[in-house]
């Protein structure tokens, strides 16, 4: 009997890595209507929408008996990109103190790894407390970054930043890189080309970690081609003993990103100071 950890699929957590370290994950819902846009060709749109707080308890009950109720770790979508953050707290509330709802202010990989650590501690015996504790721990140590062949599907979102929204007529011919920051997506690096965008993201990436090894993990939508691009620059550049992998984009968020592009979330060995 363990503490549970569960999120949500936006982690993007590779299934033999949730597998092993027996992490739940919820698949976020895919909607799709028919477009209002008569210039649509394919005659409807694509979103996501947040797990319901029925369905998060249900959940919850589920991963609290196989615990033997020891309690539980839900770690879920940024509450500012998805409305699943506030179904779970709802939905914890039936559980007293034994389900512990986590204000992540994350997505992505930067997301795992927090399921990630947090599932560690509790296969090596920690409490409710500890696990949670790792946790927060590993999100304060992890930055995600998201590069976009293009603005239009994200734009449609409604998932940038006002700033960024009000910008992005300007940036359509650009390659831009989003930064996750205090929990929705804002601009971090404007370029004309991917070659360049690359080149300041890796910068970007080497300065913060300092001369300490990290661990990173890009995502890509489609285009395998230019995250094997990504982690060699990323490979060269890092401290030695930093690892990259690459694992495709989830679906969910490819809605909303479109064809091309990248996710990167790095795990740094220490904290922002900003």
Known sequence: MTIRIVTDSSAGIPPHIADELDIT?????????????????KGEVQGTSGLSSLELAAAYARQLERGGDEGLVALHLSKRLSSTWSAAVSASAVFDDTVRVIDTDAAGMSLGFAAIVAASFARAGADLDGCVAAAK???????TWLYLSQLDDIRKSGRISATTAMLSAALLATKPILR???????????????????????????????????????????????????????????????????????????????????????????????
Request: aromatic letters at 6%; hydrophobic letters at 40%; a negative charge.
């Open 137 to 143: 721990g590993a999100l304060a140590l992890s930055e």
């Open 180 to 274: 996750v920051h205090d929990g929705k997506l804002e601009l971090a690096i404007k370029t004309r080309t991917q070659k360049k965008a690359f080149s300041r993201l890796v910068d970007h990436v080497v300065a913060r970690a300092d001369g300490m090894p990290g661990y990173a993990a890009i995502q890509y939508a489609g285009d395998k081609d230019s995250a094997e691009t990504l982690k060699e620059l990323l490979s060269e550049a890092l401290p030695e003993g930093s690892t990259v992998e690459v694992y495709p984009l989830d679906e969910v968020i490819m809605v909303h990103t479109g064809e091309g592009a990248l996710g990167l979330s790095v795990f740094f060995a220490t904290p922002t100071v900003e």
């Open 25 to 41: 994950v919820l698949d976020l819902h895919i909607t799709r209507e028919e477009s209002a846009d008569k210039d649509d060709e």
